[in-house]
Nanobody, 116 residues
Framework: EVQLVESGGGLVQAGGSLRLSCATS????????ITWFRQASGKEREGISC????????YYIDSVKGRFTISSDNAKNTVYLQMNSLKPEDTAVYYC?????????WGQGTQVTVSS
C-alpha cells in the first residue's frame, strides 16, 4: 500500500522556520518525483517545490525561492521541506505528492499557520 505521511506543520510567527517531512512507503522511492503543494483557504492548490529523487534535481516557485529548501533522505524514503523566513502568506495546508508517469499519490496534508 502506497502511503505518504506529512508532519512538521504548526503555528509559527512571521520570520520563523518549520521543517516539514513527507515519509513514504509502498513504492520504489528512487523512481519518483516528490512535490510539495500547498492550499490556502479559498485558493487553488499550488505546487511549490519538487525534487527528482534519482538525481536530486530541485525546482521552486519564485515566491519560495531562497526561503524554502527541499531535500530527500533516500535511506529513510523521506522528503523534507525546510521553510525559513516564513510569511503570513505562507499559511496553508501543505501536501506532498509522489509521481511517476501517470501515477500520483497524495498525503493527507499538514497545516502551517504563520502569524504576523
Amino acid at each position: 500500500e502506497v502511503q505518504l505521511v506529512e508532519s512538521g506543520g504548526g503555528l509559527v510567527q512571521a520570520g520563523g522556520s518549520l521543517r516539514l517531512s513527507c515519509a513514504t512507503s509502498g513504492f520504489t522511492f528512487d523512481n519518483y518525483a516528490i512535490t510539495w503543494f500547498r492550499q490556502a483557504s479559498g485558493k487553488e492548490r499550488e505546487g511549490i517545490s519538487c525534487i527528482t529523487v534519482s538525481d536530486g534535481s530541485t525546482y521552486y516557485i519564485d515566491s519560495v525561492k531562497g526561503r524554502f529548501t527541499i531535500s530527500s533522505d533516500n535511506a529513510k524514503n523521506t522528503v523534507y521541506l525546510q521553510m525559513n523566513s516564513l510569511k503570513p502568506e505562507d499559511t496553508a495546508v501543505y501536501y506532498c505528492a509522489a509521481s511517476v508517469g501517470y501515477s500520483v499519490y497524495w498525503g493527507q496534508g499538514t497545516q502551517v499557520t504563520v502569524s504576523s
